[in-house]
Every structure is written in C-alpha cells, then in structure tokens.
C-alpha cells in the first residue's frame, strides 16, 4: 500500500521568539509549495501560539513535544491534550528518548499520554528505539517490540491507525550517526509486522518515520526504504536549509 510521506522537525528546547521569526519565516517561503500533510514542526510550548500564527495558511503542521497523561486539575507545570487543542496542534511526540532517558518515562506512560491525544483528535507521534547497548547486545528488535506492545495494548489498532510511529535508535539521535537503511528498514519491518499481528490493515497504513541524524545527504537513501515513510528530525530541523532539502526528499 501507498502511504504518504511525512517528515517532522522536533526542535526540542531551543529557540526564542526572534530566532523561530526567521525560522518559520524561512520554513514557510521555501516549503509553502508543498502539498498540505507533509511536513510539520514540532514545537516548545510557550511558542505554539507563535508558531500557529506564522504557519497559518502554509501547507506545515503545527506540533508538540510532550503532553500529560492526565486530563486536567493539579498538576503544576503540566499542559494536557485539551490544551494542546486550544491551538490546532495536529501532530504530538509521545515517548521520545529524552523523556524515557531523562524524565524516567515509561512504555505506560507513553500509552496513556498517546491516549490522551487521540481523545482531542491529536496525532501521537509514538517514538521507540533502543540504546548503544542493547543493539551490541542484540536486543534491539526485542526492546521496540515491547516499547510499541506496550502503547498498542492501550490504544489499540484503532489507536494506531490514528497514530505515527517514529523509530528513533538511541546511538543515532544527535550524535552524527545515522542508521543505515538497511539497519532501519529491518526495525521499520519489524513494528509493522508486530501491528499487523493486531491488524493488517492498519500494519499496511501506519506510517514510520526513522529519526536519528537524518540530514539531506542521507534522506533519500533512508526515505527510499519499503517501510520507512518518513523522518522525525531533531537538529537539520533548525536549519531552514537542511529542513527543506529533508522535506523535499519526500515529494
Ligand atoms: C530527535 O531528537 O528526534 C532526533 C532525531 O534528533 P537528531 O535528528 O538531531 O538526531
């Protein structure tokens, strides 16, 4: 099955008000050409608002980088699904190894904040990948099969029929090393096959994006491969250049 490509630019915490001006500034010139549902950022969240407004009108997709997995009340610090709504956030990254690393998040945590997303029609971008160690050790298919089983038990296949899945290995995210498509496309092939033991359909539907130093030397290469429908982009994304050639390895 055809699925359309998609890349996301996650720019996790950096940037001000001046320098996302010239960024999204930049980012809508050299893509307002592109066809609508193909590209989004990713943003932090006193900048939703910012980024709604500059976006609005352009083909790209406002996003964020976190979510609660609590509905609402006191939880001081916290900002819920409903509210990422209040600003037409379309897309939501769920699961992203600096939160698992960092935050001590966990698969049920991911689960439910995927969760919350799906009740205020936001699309979790579910992130799994595995450490440096457990590749050398061989365990990378186990360790993505569980982080996913984990969130697909949850939300089902009907969750994940609304959802992104986005494999991120641990070693390659911001250190300059990439996996190869070939390395990426065994892992791509391995989600699919583990929802499409819930259902084929939505298995042949959902899209996987390979995050980790993807850059526009190695796009086309990685977005070539049979399961790999696109990239999640940690710091080419802050580069309007680099974002835009990615991007254009899309279409
Ligand atoms: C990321 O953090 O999601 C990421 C893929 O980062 P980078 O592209 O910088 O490796």
């Keep these: 099955m055809r699925r359309d490509k998609l890349v996301v630019g996650n720019w996790k915490m950096n940037g001000i008000a001046s320098s996302n001006s010239s960024l999204l500034g930049g980012i809508r010139d050299k893509l307002g050409g592109l066809d609508e549902g193909k590209a989004a950022v990713c943003v932090p969240f006193p900048y939703l608002q910012q980024a709604k407004e500059a976006l609005s009108g352009s083909p790209i997709s406002l996003g964020a980088q976190n979510v609660s997995e609590q509905d609402m009340g006191a939880f001081t610090g916290e900002v819920s699904a409903k509210m990422l709504a209040d600003f037409d956030v379309k897309f939501c990254i769920v ?10 998040e966990s698969s049920n945590v991911v689960a439910l904040k995927a969760e919350m997303l799906l009740k205020q029609d936001i699309t979790p971008i579910i992130c799994v990948g595995e450490t ?37 290995p641990v070693w390659a995210i911001g250190t300059g090393r990439v996996a190869s498509p070939e390395q ?68």
């Design 184 to 251: 990426a496309q065994e892992v791509h092939a391995v989600l699919r096959d583990l929802v499409g033991s819930s259902d084929k359909n939505t298995a042949s539907k959902v899209r996987i994006l390979y995050g980790g130093s993807v850059k526009p030397e190695n796009a086309d290469d990685l977005f070539a491969m049979e399961d790999i429908d696109g990239g999640l982009i940690g710091g080419a994304s802050l580069k309007v250049e680099d974002f835009a050639a990615i991007c254009a390895a899309v279409v």
């Design 95 to 104: 699961g992203h190894s600096e939160r698992r690393s960092l935050y001590s």
């Design 132 to 168: 440096l160690d457990e590749r050398d050790g061989g365990m990378a298919f186990e360790v993505v099969r569980e982080q996913l089983r984990v969130v697909l038990e949850k939300i089902g296949p009907k969750g994940v029929d609304r959802s992104v899945i986005a494999y991120e």
